[in-house]
Each structure stands twice: as structure tokens, then as C-alpha cells.
T-cell receptor, first 110, second 115 residues
Framework: GQNIDQPTEMTATEGAIVQINCTYQ??????LFWYQQHAGEAPTFLSY????GLEEKGRFSSFLSRSKGYSYLLLKELQMKDSASYLC???????????FGGGTRLMVKP | DAGVIQSPRHEVTEMGQEVTLRCKPI?????LFWYRQTMMRGLELLIY????????DSGMPEDRFSAKMPNASFSTLKIQPSEPRDSAVYFC?????????????FGAGSRLTVL
């Protein structure tokens, strides 16, 4: 099976940088995704990592270490609209399915 | 493209009633997924289809749940009979399964309340 862990909640200040960590255990790893979900809305795709290293996309970056089963999402220059849940998801397992972690609820304060 | 379309957006029903949720995936996507989201359990995969064929339904809670995909543009998730513990947001998602990232696009969700 798959096991994905991420913090339940985080708080940060507008303009700051925040790092959301995710650790996972899986068989047959085939990529790690980060999704953003605003309250009452659907998850939307943010980033994808399949090789070790950092992927940068504007204010958001995502890092992966396959040997450590570890990823993080880095959000820079935080804005109030970044207040949302951030879901770490791993593609793998017997059916190559996407399994989500419980999500990290980020609150950005002025 | 209008994205993944789900209906109804909200449904309130009484215990024991049949519930049918509907999904229209993005045209050209060949994989379709049904997820359920609750505060306690997060986002759980119920079942997914590849080219209209159910591939893995191990996440379906019990026999009260069933899903069909009669064609590439339509899928249903049925709960019969419904119970209060089925109250959740049900998301349908689709993707184009091939090489590279299997990025899911989610519908807006169907919020189900069973009284």
C-alpha cells in the first residue's frame, strides 16, 4: 500500500516564504504531485516531480528526493489568496493510481 | 473545453434513498476517477476507469456503491441504499493516460448530505 504524511495545518505571514513537507512510502513510484484546494472548491494541479531535484514554477517550487521518500512545496512571496489546502499525491502502487495525503491547510495572515 | 462536469452540485436525501451522481469527463481523456472527500478521511479513491473499463474498484466502500461508464463521455456513481455516513463531497476527475505526468483534472464535486 501507500502511506503519505504531511502536516495538518500551517500558518504564515503575507510576503513570507513557507515550506510544506510530505513524506511517503510506496511500491512502484511513478511521480509525485502537489495540488491546491481552496475551501469549497476542487483540487487543482500545481506541480509534478518524477526525478530528484527542484522544479520551479513562478512563486511555487517543488522538490523531490526519491531515496528519502520526501518532497516539499515551497511558496514564496505569500499572498492572502494562497490560503488553501495543499495536497501531496503519489502515483504508484499496484494499479499506478494517484493516492492523496490528508492535505496541509495553510493560513496566510496579514 | 468546459472541463469535467458533475451533477448534481448539491444533494440532500434521506437515509435509504438511492443517489445517482453523474460525470462528464474532458473530451479525449481516456481515464476517469471517482474520489470521495471527508474531513476525517481526506480524498479517497473509490474507483477508476481506463477506456471505459473499470480497472480498480478496491476503494468502493461496500456493495451499496456501484459505478458505471457506458461510454467515453459519461459515468455514474450510484449509492443504494444511502446512509448518513455516505455524506461527503464526491469528485470526478479525468486524465489522458499516456507517457509523462498523469495530471488529473477535477470536476467541481457533488456535495451529498444523507439525513
Amino acid at each position: 500500500g501507500q502511506n503519505i504524511d504531511q502536516p495538518t495545518e500551517m500558518t504564515a505571514t503575507e510576503g513570507a516564504i513557507v515550506q510544506i513537507n510530505c513524506t511517503y512510502q510506496t511500491s512502484g513510484f511513478n511521480g509525485l504531485f502537489w495540488y491546491q484546494q481552496h475551501a469549497g472548491e476542487a483540487p487543482t494541479f500545481l506541480s509534478y516531480n518524477v526525478l530528484d531535484g527542484l522544479e520551479e514554477k513562478g512563486r511555487f517550487s517543488s522538490f523531490l528526493s526519491r531515496s528519502k521518500g520526501y518532497s516539499y512545496l515551497l511558496l514564496k512571496e505569500l499572498q492572502m489568496k494562497d490560503s488553501a489546502s495543499y495536497l501531496c499525491a503519489v502515483n504508484g502502487g499496484a494499479g499506478n493510481m494517484l493516492t492523496f495525503g490528508g492535505g496541509t491547510r495553510l493560513m496566510v495572515k496579514p | 473545453d468546459a472541463g469535467v462536469i458533475q451533477s448534481p452540485r448539491h444533494e440532500v436525501t434521506e437515509m435509504g434513498q438511492e443517489v445517482t451522481l453523474r460525470c462528464k469527463p474532458i473530451s479525449g481523456h481516456n481515464s476517469l476517477f471517482w474520489y470521495r472527500q471527508t474531513m476525517m478521511r481526506g480524498l479517497e479513491l473509490l474507483i477508476y476507469f481506463n477506456n471505459n473499463v473499470p480497472i480498480d474498484d478496491s476503494g468502493m466502500p461496500e456493495d451499496r456503491f456501484s459505478a458505471k461508464m457506458p461510454n467515453a463521455s459519461f459515468s455514474t456513481l450510484k449509492i443504494q441504499p444511502s446512509e448518513p455516513r455516505d455524506s461527503a463531497v464526491y469528485f470526478c476527475a479525468s486524465s489522458s493516460r499516456g507517457t509523462g505526468a498523469n495530471v488529473l483534472t477535477f470536476g467541481a464535486g457533488s456535495r451529498l448530505t444523507v439525513l
